[in-house]
């Protein structure tokens, strides 16, 4: 599942990776990237993140 | 007396003293990521596969050739009959690859087969590609073209391969990539293993280059690194009420910063976020609160192509 994550302070945001345990941030230009594109093609949109 | 004159007819100015091997971890040192691999996404250093399914890629010292440690096992899983063409990569940035426009180079590597090895004619095949953008993976190069075509045929015992190319043609980008075609049904031997492999600007090779491993390894960090918690020295101060800002100071400059940050559950029960180049730690009492990495957790931090 993809969320986003923000920092208050800065109000900058990344998007995440949640995949079991594993927590995986990324940008535009991480191999990652064009699977996200390709979930949110789908309809699906990213959640913020609001902690554990 | 000259350098040249010393060296004899063996001499190779063209290619300099040293650093003549512009890919890295070519003798298969370096695995920070794990022990196998089954999927697309990088493998040993600098290594990439390029397919998912029916193959194991692996770190191996079991009888490498005289004078390597490791090498690289390309397996297909015994049994399976998927003949997906397994991939091997290497991508050189753009300012490893513009230095090569115009120029002869030669690639060598030593690569044998599994006693079951599948391929027609015990074939395995390397190419070099060239690409118009700028520090892509080989795997996605904007205005891809095949530059080099070539095939060795491998026995069960280790061979040198060598080829010196006619001038590359004027790409910002190259990348190295070996692949197989793997017929029928997999034996429990069916692999092909691979090391020594070198690219130098040059019109004919030289031994492989053996540098040292802390500098190889640095050369690898660029691109990519891994802490392992219990290896890890934080900078780290409260941020905001709850959340504490962690500093991991890199081993190297990055190759640009990273846009991929991977890290599991820390003990404490905290899931980290990340912020620019730091990582937050939420949801923590400002007094009391406690959180910390042991051996089974780990960040890894990448900047590859």
């Known amino acids: ?28 230009q991480s191999p990652l990237h064009p ?13 913020e993140w609001t902690g554990n | 007396m ?48 390029g397919v998912t ?4 890629v692996s770190q191996s010292t079991s009888t490498p050739p005289t004078g390597f440690q490791n090498f690289m096992r390309v397996q297909r899983t ?24 115009g120029k002869q180079v030669t690639v060598s590597f030593y690569a044998r087969a599994g006693a079951n090895y599948s391929a027609s004619s015990n074939t395995l095949n390397y190419r070099i590609y060239g690409g118009t953008g700028t520090d892509q993976n080989v795997f996605s190069y904007t205005g891809q073209a095949i530059v080099q075509d070539l095939s060795v045929t491998l026995t069960t015992s280790w061979q040198r391969f060598t080829y010196t190319t006619t001038a590359l043609t004027s790409y910002n980008e190259y990348g190295l990539f070996f692949f197989s075609s793997p017929t029928g049904t997999a034996g429990a031997d ?49 941020y905001a009420g709850t959340q504490y800002r962690l500093t991991l100071p890199h081993p190297v400059s990055m190759r640009i910063a990273p846009h991929t940050v991977s890290t599991s559950t820390w003990q404490g029960g905290t899931t980290p976020s990340l912020s620019g180049s730091s990582i937050l730690a939420t949801n923590w009492a400002t007094t009391g609160g406690w959180f910390y990495m042991n051996e089974a957790t780990s960040i890894e931090i990448s900047s590859e192509l």
């Open chain 2, 190 to 238: 069916d692999y092909f293993d691979i090391t020594g492999i070198q690219l130098e600007q040059n019109i004919q090779p030289t031994p492989f280059e053996q540098r040292p491993i802390g500098v190889e390894l640095a050369l690898c960090q660029r691109y990519f690194f891994k802490f392992v918690g219990a290896a890890i020295t934080w900078l780290s101060f409260q």
């Open chain 1, 1 to 28: 599942m993809y969320y986003i994550h923000t920092d208050p302070l800065l109000n900058s945001t990344t998007l995440a990776l949640h995949d079991g345990e594993v927590v995986t941030f990324f940008t535009e």
């Open chain 2, 78 to 101: 015994s049994g399976s009959t998927n003949t997906a063409v397994p991939q091997i990569a290497q991508s050189l940035e753009t300012s490893a690859s513009i230095p090569l426009q």
């Open chain 2, 53 to 56: 399914g029916a193959y194991t």
């Open chain 2, 2 to 49: 000259a350098i040249s004159s010393s060296l004899g007819s063996s001499a190779l100015l063209p290619a300099g003293l040293g650093f003549r091997n512009v890919l890295i971890n070519g003798d298969m040192r370096i695995n920070q990521r794990g022990s196998s691999y089954t999927s697309v996404g990088y493998t040993l250093d600098r290594w990439y596969m």
């Open chain 1, 35 to 47: 699977a996200y594109l390709a979930w949110v093609a789908e309809g699906n949109t990213a959640e």
